[in-house]
T-cell receptor
């Protein structure tokens, strides 16, 4: 399967701490995206990083991509209660669609 | 802009019944997708439509059919529902090509008894 895999499956941290989650994939990609899903809602796009980029920032989010290791990480700094959600990576293998991972469930403890 | 809308929000079916899930987008996107989400499985692609007039199978198409009615609307039909189709179904759309950012609807929760 080409599906990306997030690690860890679940993560609980104190409010204000940083949260890091990782995504690994198996074949070369055009781009990798991260999405957030709040409980009972649809997915919301967070950030897209292309295969020729190594790092990208958006507000409190920082994404890195290491194509040699076929992995990406999402860092959320200064976490807030509202960051509690599931986070998914999605990879574009150039076949007209995205392949989603199984997600990391992040819980921020107030 | 409403973005991507889905109807119904929740549905209970008996085994063997049929139903159609509706999806519409108002962003003038070319590509549309149907996913199902099951606990611990992430999102799995059922069918997609890269452009108006075309549809293709995804990872888990068995038991489903789709219709790209026009550029705005993409429906998913269950001809004879089975308990294994109990899931949350999401519709999504993207602008011009499959690897772009996708915009998701709020989902339809389907329970098949």
């Amino acid at each position: 399967s080409q599906q990306g895999e997030e690690d860890p499956q679940a993560l609980s941290i104190q409010e204000g701490e940083n949260a890091t989650m990782n995504c690994s994939y198996k074949t070369s990609i055009n781009n990798l995206q991260w999405y957030r899903q709040n409980s009972g809602r649809g997915l919301v796009h967070l950030i897209l990083i292309r295969s020729n980029e190594r790092e990208k920032h958006s507000g409190r989010l920082r994404v890195t991509l290491d194509t040699s290791k076929k992995s990406s990480s999402l860092l959320i700094t200064a976490s807030r209660a509202a960051d509690t959600a599931s986070y998914f990576c999605a990879t574009d293998f150039g076949n007209e669609k995205l392949t989603f991972g199984t997600g990391t469930r992040l819980t921020i403890i107030p | 802009n409403a973005g991507v809308t889905q109807t119904p929000k929740f549905q209970v079916l008996k085994t063997g019944q049929s139903m159609t899930l509706q999806c519409a987008q108002d962003m003038n996107h070319n590509s549309m997708y149907w996913y199902r989400q099951d606990p611990g499985m992430g999102l799995r692609l059922i069918y997609y439509s890269a452009s108006e007039g075309t549809t293709d199978k995804g990872e888990v198409p068995n038991g489903y059919n789709v219709s790209r009615l026009n550029k705005r609307e993409f429906s998913l039909r269950l001809e004879s529902a089975a308990p294994s189709q109990t899931s949350v179904y999401f519709c999504a759309s993207s602008g011009n090509w499959g690897g772009e950012t996708q915009y998701f609807g709020p989902g339809t929760r389907l329970l098949v008894l």
